[in-house]
């Protein structure tokens, strides 16, 4: 099986935790692609250290540091997200599927039945946005679709899990520029830039699979309510893919919703000294975080303005 990640060196611990809870659901033998520009020698040795002791392979392939420097970044994204856009180009010629994943992701259990899925001629395999997937509720009032001038009702994927067809993209000659035609062209209608502009590119060779290989925790309360999703999503139980969306990650000592005490429990191995020394006291720490919060909201509203 073949994995590509691509993160920062701030985000190797948290690349680590997920390949951990990959190499413990699945026993067959991994090649790790590691693209990267910022991640000093020690760092890197870490990560092969870990991988190869965990018997299995560690390909790291350096991008130039000055690659994509130019490209828009918002939010807690950063230019490596960029990077995955090169797979086709910089991963061996022999090899024809990877399967890329972002780091702030739990794996639950085997991922071999959705990596070795027949591609049926398309370049992607991927996973709805439940979300945003078509919901007039969009951030900006507008669906996906209409948003970034799609055809009406187009899917809408999210990319932090893809399965990519590396030997129909090269033959087909893809080329990261077009994206960044794409990004250019519509600049001011961009949310998620690099995701926005795969959807536009790859919408009519992209296959749609189950949520269950990229769900996002965060739908199980407050976002099922906001987005009104179907009985169908929210009733899903025991995913093998846990995707931790959004901003506020859970490797934050404060962070709780279903599934982080499972990460918190593989994160500890690579974790800050203190974050372990803080672990059994999570629910102090964030009773303490959420009072902190409420006290804040009622002194700025006795005092608006101040």
């Known amino acids: 099986m073949n994995v590509l990640v691509t993160v920062s060196q701030n985000y190797c611990r948290y690349m680590m935790t997920m390949l951990k809870s990959l190499f413990k659901h699945n026993k067959c033998s991994i090649t790790v692609y590691l693209l990267y520009s910022r991640?000093?020698?020690?760092?890197?040795?870490?990560?092969?250290?870990?991988?190869?002791?965990?018997?299995?392979?560690?390909?790291?392939?350096?991008?130039?540091?000055d690659v994509f420097d130019d490209a828009p970044v918002n939010m807690h994204f950063t230019k490596e997200m960029y990077y995955r856009l090169l797979a086709s180009r910089m991963l061996?010629?022999?090899?024809?599927?990877?399967?890329?994943?972002?780091?702030?992701?739990?794996?639950?259990?085997?991922?071999?039945?959705?990596y070795n899925l027949p591609f049926d001629g398309?370049?992607?395999?991927?996973?709805?946005?439940?979300?945003?997937?078509?919901?007039?509720?969009?951030?900006?009032?507008r669906p996906h679709w209409q948003r970034l001038g799609m055809p009406e009702g187009s899917?809408?994927?999210?990319?932090?899990?893809?399965?990519?067809?590396?030997?129909?993209?090269?033959e087909r000659n893809f080329d990261v520029s077009e994206i960044f035609e794409i990004i250019e062209e519509k600049r001011s209608d961009l949310l998620y830039p690099d995701q926005d502009a795969i959807n536009i590119y790859f919408r009519d060779s992209i296959k749609i699979w189950k949520n269950l290989y990229n769900y996002n925790p965060g739908l199980l309360a407050s976002e099922v309510f906001k987005w009104g999703l179907s009985k169908k999503y929210r009733r899903r139980e025991n995913?093998?893919?846990v995707h931790f969306m959004g901003p506020v990650k859970p490797w934050s000592i404060h962070y709780r919703n279903k599934y982080c005490y499972e990460y918190q429990e593989a994160y500890k191995e690579f974790a800050p000294f203190g974050y372990r020394i803080l672990c059994p006291f999570r629910p102090v720490v964030a009773i303490f975080g959420y009072s902190l919060t409420v006290f804040c909201l009622i002194l700025h509203i006795k005092r608006p303005g101040k």
């Open 155 to 170: 899917a809408y994927i999210n990319s932090g899990v893809l399965l990519m067809n590396l030997a129909l993209m090269r």
């Open 122 to 141: 398309n370049m992607l395999i991927a996973m709805s946005d439940p979300p945003q997937t078509n919901d007039p509720k969009c951030p900006d009032n």
């Open 239 to 241: 995913p093998i893919i």
């Open 39 to 65: 991640i000093d020698d020690k760092t890197l040795g870490k990560v092969r250290g870990f991988i190869e002791k965990s018997g299995n392979v560690f390909m790291p392939l350096e991008v130039g540091a």
């Open 92 to 114: 061996p010629e022999d090899e024809e599927r990877v399967l890329y994943m972002d780091p702030d992701i739990l794996i639950r259990g085997s991922v071999e039945e959705f």
